[in-house]
């Protein structure tokens, strides 16, 4: 009973716990990152792409509107 339970939390923490942790990251990280650090984010996107392809229809980020002073 523990193996099943050991690969539902396995799972769960692949498809849905660490895309979201990588979602607000990007989002906080995607115009200050260096050319190293980027290098790094795109691994990570690529190894959780299942994850963050199954959150896809729910998160929508937006660039951020500028902001102009008159």
Do not use: Q
């Not at 607000?24 to 990570?44: C, D, G, I, K, Q």
Request: glycine share 2%.
């Amino acid at each position: 009973m523990i193996v099943p339970l050991l690969y539902l939390a396995l799972a769960g923490a692949y498809l849905l716990v660490v895309p979201v942790a990588l979602l607000f990251y990007l989002n906080l990280r995607w115009y200050t990152a260096s050319s190293v650090e980027r290098t790094l984010m795109y691994f990570v996107v690529f190894l959780f792409f299942p994850g963050l392809l199954v959150l896809s229809p729910f998160i929508n980020l937006r660039p951020r509107p500028r902001k102009i002073e008159v």
